[in-house]
């Protein structure tokens, strides 16, 4: 079992930024990778960023390349999302997955690839 705790969303104006973190505990040595996602209103939930925990790759949605960072900390526990110049379309809850180690394959826009979920995060930017 992993748990994960998730903190940092707020309210912000247009062109802001917001530091989202997702710190994972329980059986934290399966963890192979470790992604964000989030979901608006009526819309369905989409693929954001995510770090592969043994090549340390990193992949981003294009709609967030060149304004969204992510890291891990070097016990491997934690991962943050940086969020920098804040759209309102980037409105949405947003939720941390972790993936299990295991697979050959992995495709990290896809919501099945994940085992653990956090509860989510909001994230507002005002007009």
């Known amino acids: 079992q992993v748990q994960l705790v998730v903190s940092g969303g707020g309210l912000v104006q247009t062109g802001g930024s917001l530091r989202l973190s997702c710190a994972a505990a329980g059986r934290t040595f399966s963890i192979y990778a470790m992604g964000w996602f989030r979901q608006a209103p009526g819309k369905e939930r989409e693929f954001v960023a995510a770090a592969d925990w043994s090549g340390d790759s990193r992949y981003y949605a294009d709609s967030v390349k060149g304004r969204f960072t992510i890291s891990r900390d070097n016990a491997k526990t934690t991962v943050i999302l940086q969020v920098n110049s804040l759209k309102p379309e980037d409105t949405a809850v947003y939720y941390c997955?972790?993936?299990?180690?295991?697979?050959?394959?992995?495709?990290?826009?896809?919501?099945?690839?994940?085992?653990?979920w956090g509860q989510g995060t909001q994230v507002t930017v005002s007009s």
């Open positions: 997955a972790v993936k299990r180690g295991g697979d050959t394959y992995y495709h990290p826009s896809r919501t099945y690839e994940y085992d653990y």
